[in-house]
């Protein structure tokens, strides 16, 4: 009893205060869960020879470690309080700023705050960009894991065994691979350093076993195996002698059925069963994420896999990216917004709201949509959304969607190497990039051969998009876990695309580290001007960033990038260095610098990354909140407004992109020029990519003296070609037979719309004596959702040589039609006449000059 009550005394000096029942309740059941860990072996004790032989000796050097963890909570939380205070005040300096001039309100600065905007109104590093400097910065240290994946054509559809390499060596154990080994310990060097990262910013992640090593497991397949079947396949996987009671002894069976019951419980309500009815869900600061408790031990890396092929719904690529990206969004957060971000979002936007509307009382509604915006962004920022409603119908609008990508677009990588270069070109003037070194850079880094620069740039953090085939191009969550989601993945992989976007974003980056670095070495921040770089006045680069650039060794690249200001110059500046210039204090023992350094290293990409997506357009954040935030999976009407976005979000991203950057030049003459010049470049792109588009095709090149023509370019370089179609065309339709409301609609609503119109109507054509072409029109119709059939470079043969012979022998006369078709409405015929399995001539060019 003496010996119960000192440690009760020793909890509340712990504590500093007189600890409740229910409290020390909780403490005890810690003590005897640290207690059972020390004697496992999970927390290993480094302070000297302890009595953990007894029980009791167990006990009381578990509550030692539990009432220093105590003290060192309570000195966190202090630490995390006066660190939030300072952001705080920081983020409200930033908001006066931005209002200063009176032409942005309070509510849209914290908007700012959250996302990036192109209108030059404000100079601000956002929340948004910061995340994307993170990101970038942790996955060019894996570069060496990627490599050990090996991933091949196939890996959507077979195991790869390079991949079960990495993750053995990723457990500890020995696989006498070089590569796998080498990956293994960047993953876990990298793994590592982010938990260190979140843990200085206030952040809470023990060293636990596997830490480097994310855990997955599928809500769905947990829940649906059923406890029994789920246990019974887990037990003999496990590391058993990680489950001990407190006096060492291996658990029982018994014992360790009745633990997996419980975790069992957790996982297959995904938390739920934990929740206090009537106190709703705990999510707590952000700074307490990732410190749940972690007891399923598996025993090797072979139990790991087994389990994540029957109870998990992603690859390993997806797993390990997952956790990277889940890691930086999270640090991003709580550096940007403090250990509690979502408290600190609520107070600025609450203070924003209240003067927007103690100045505007009569616009209330105005400012309350305003907020509700802001808040739907932030939610969808910060990955809050509404559990699924039915996962069946989640399921299968996923995989329609997933065919729609897989089935549709497997040119678009001509519209990304034609299209986007507009713009491209556009964001390079704006950023004073020399034209030819630009050229030369794109040239070089579009050679498929050249693979050494292009890693070596992945090194410097630039072009990792190849790591994630992030789809957000074309819609939201696009691509994940499913096989039609790696299906849609792997086409934009082979058509191309995802190369074409990710070595130009390169080549422009790279570009832009070497032009920054020749502005860094010749001018000091105060002299900088309007025209110097667009991206030196957008991302809220200020002098002490600049300050610590000027101190870095300038890279050589190579090939005339020969003053690049890379990340690793940045983050080669010395301790001496930047002592010498006064950025940190004399007596720093390395700490500041490597925050420092850090800090400047993450602008830098942030501004670099985030310009680079802007010149090759990916939809961000605020974009795509706009469309998907607030929407329910599972849910058939919110499904159904999913659906309607697809494919619409670069469109319209790119619209308001060019109206943003046109109107933030710095002159009237800056503004018209280029608001005028680059939809008139655009409808030249969207004219060429039409003419490549139609030679692919087997089609003769479109006659350019006709109106309709330079209508459709002007759509088709605004990525809106399918419209084109039914505008200029005499039958209403697009050449694919699909009407303007459905093609409006999207591919799903519209396809399905289609589909219920051609079976509707089929009957009544039928009873008036006419061919309703049944059979061909419905090979049409599928052909749109078969994955790989519209490759741009196999796509003519797939269909001459299977789909039109098919379509004419089931419905004879059907190409006949087809050809009449192209040359009434489009004046063009066909240099491979449909259904021939060989052309009997080559294109006509001159059909472009009109020489019909």
């Known amino acids: 009893m003496a010996d119960f009550n000192r440690c009760i005394s020793a909890l509340n000096k712990a504590a500093g205060r007189e600890l409740g029942a229910d409290e020390l309740e909780g403490l005890f059941?810690?003590?005897?869960?640290?207690?059972?860990?020390?004697?496992a072996g999970r927390i290993q004790d480094t302070t000297g020879p302890q009595n953990l032989g007894s029980t009791d000796g167990l006990i009381r050097r578990a509550a030692e470690i539990e009432a220093t963890s105590m003290i060192a909570e309570a000195d966190r939380k202090a630490r995390n309080a006066v660190q939030d205070a300072k952001t705080v005040a920081t983020r409200q300096a930033e908001i006066g700023e931005m209002i200063k001039g009176g032409k942005i309100s309070g509510v849209d600065a914290v908007r700012r705050l959250l996302v990036n905007d192109a209108d030059g109104r404000a100079d601000q590093f956002s929340l948004e960009t910061r995340a994307i400097g993170v990101s970038q910065y942790l996955k060019s240290k894996i570069q060496d894991t990627w490599s050990a994946m090996d991933r091949s054509f196939m890996e959507y559809l077979a195991k790869d065994d390079k991949i079960g390499l990495l993750v053995r060596e990723i457990r500890g154990e020995d696989t006498g691979d070089a590569i796998a080994k080498k990956g293994a310990e960047a993953w876990l060097k990298t793994a590592e350093e982010a938990r260190l990262w979140f843990n200085e910013k206030g952040g809470q992640i023990g060293h636990l076993d596997d830490w480097g090593m994310p855990q997955h497991h599928s809500q769905e397949l947990v829940a649906r195996a059923g406890m029994d079947e789920w246990v019974a396949f887990v037990i003999p996987r496990l590391d058993r002698t990680k489950y001990t009671d407190l006096a060492g002894n291996p658990m029982s069976d018994v014992e360790v059925t009745n633990f997996l019951a419980r975790a069992w419980d957790t996982i297959a309500t995904n938390g739920a069963s934990k929740l206090e009815p009537g106190q709703g869900a705990r999510t707590g600061?952000?700074?307490?994420?990732?410190?749940?408790?972690?007891?399923?031990?598996?025993?090797d890396a072979q139990s790991v896999?087994?389990?994540?092929?029957?109870?998990?719904?992603?690859?390993v690529p997806d797993i390990l990216m997952g956790h990277i990206e889940t890691m930086a969004n999270d640090i991003a957060f709580i550096e940007h917004f403090g250990s509690n971000p979502d408290g600190t979002y609520r107070l600025l936007r609450d203070m924003a709201g209240k003067t927007a509307k103690s100045a505007e009382p009569t616009k209330l509604d105005k400012i309350d949509g305003e907020i509700a915006k802001l808040d739907r962004l932030w939610d969808y920022a910060s990955g809050r959304s509404k559990p699924v409603a039915s996962r069946s119908i989640a399921r299968g609008f996923d995989v329609v969607r997933n065919l729609n990508t897989a089935g549709k677009l497997g040119s678009a990588a001509w519209a990304s190497l034609i299209g986007d270069k507009?713009?491209?070109e556009a964001i390079g003037r704006v950023n004073n990039l020399p034209d030819f070194q630009r050229w030369h850079n794109e040239i070089r880094l579009l050679n498929p051969a050249n693979k050494v620069e292009r890693q070596i740039l992945r090194r410097h953090a630039l072009m990792l998009d190849y790591m994630t085939n992030a789809m957000y191009r074309f819609g939201d969550e696009l691509g994940k876990s499913s096989l039609t989601g790696k299906l849609a993945n792997k086409v934009m992989q082979v058509s191309g695309m995802s190369a074409v976007n990710d070595w130009r974003r390169g080549a422009w980056a790279l570009t832009a580290m070497d032009a920054?670095?020749?502005?860094?070495?010749?001018?000091n921040f105060s002299d900088i001007g309007p025209q110097d770089m667009r991206l030196l006045n957008s991302y809220g680069i200020n002098d002490f960033d600049w300050r610590v650039w000027k101190l870095a060794k300038l890279d050589d690249l190579g090939h005339g990038n020969d003053t690049a200001l890379t990340p690793e110059s940045v983050g080669r500046i010395s301790d001496a260095d930047l002592k010498k210039a006064n950025i940190i204090s004399q007596t720093d023992d390395g700490t500041e610098a490597n925050q420092v350094r850090r800090d400047a290293t993450i602008k830098l990409l942030g501004a670099l990354t985030s310009e680079s997506r802007l010149a090759v357009l990916e939809p961000g954040w605020e974009d795509r909140a706009r469309m998907y935030g607030g929407l329910q999976r599972g849910n058939l009407r919110d499904e159904l407004t999913r659906s309607f976005w697809q494919f619409k979000a670069f469109p319209i991203a790119q619209f308001e992109r060019i109206l943003d950057v046109g109107l933030s030049r710095p002159t009237t003459g800056g503004k018209a020029s280029f608001l005028l010049m680059v939809p008139v470049l655009q409808t030249l792109a969207g004219g060429m990519l039409i003419q490549v588009q139609e030679l692919l095709n087997g089609k003769d090149p479109r006659p350019m003296d006709d109106w309709k023509f330079w209508a459709a370019a002007f759509l088709k370089g605004g990525s809106l070609g399918l419209y084109g179609d039914f505008l200029f065309s005499q039958s209403g339709t697009t050449r694919y037979g699909t009407g303007p409301l459905e093609a409006i609609a999207g591919p799903t609503i519209g396809g399905a719309a289609d589909l219920v119109t051609f079976i509707a109507q089929a009957p009544g054509k039928i009873a008036a004596g006419e061919d309703p072409r049944v059979a061909a029109k419905a090979i049409n119709i599928a052909k749109g959702y078969i994955p790989f059939q519209n490759l741009w470079y196999t796509k003519a043969a797939t269909d001459h040589l299977i789909f039109q012979n098919a379509q004419e022998a089931l419905n004879p006369g059907y190409l006949d039609?087809?050809?009449?078709?192209t040359q009434r409405e489009f004046g063009n015929d066909w240099w491979w006449a449909p259904g021939e399995i060989t052309p009997d001539r080559g294109p006509d060019l001159g059909n472009a000059l009109g020489n019909r």
Not at 285 to 299: K, P, Y
Not at 817 to 821: E, F, G, N, V
């Open 29 to 39: 059941q810690r003590i005897q869960k640290t207690a059972r860990d020390l004697k």
């Open 285 to 299: 600061g952000r700074a307490n994420r990732h410190a749940e408790e972690r007891q399923v031990h598996f025993r």
């Open 305 to 315: 896999i087994d389990y994540w092929g029957r109870f998990g719904e992603k690859t």
């Open 422 to 424: 507009v713009l491209f």
């Open 516 to 523: 920054l670095g020749s502005v860094v070495t010749t001018k």
């Open 817 to 821: 039609s087809m050809r009449a078709r």
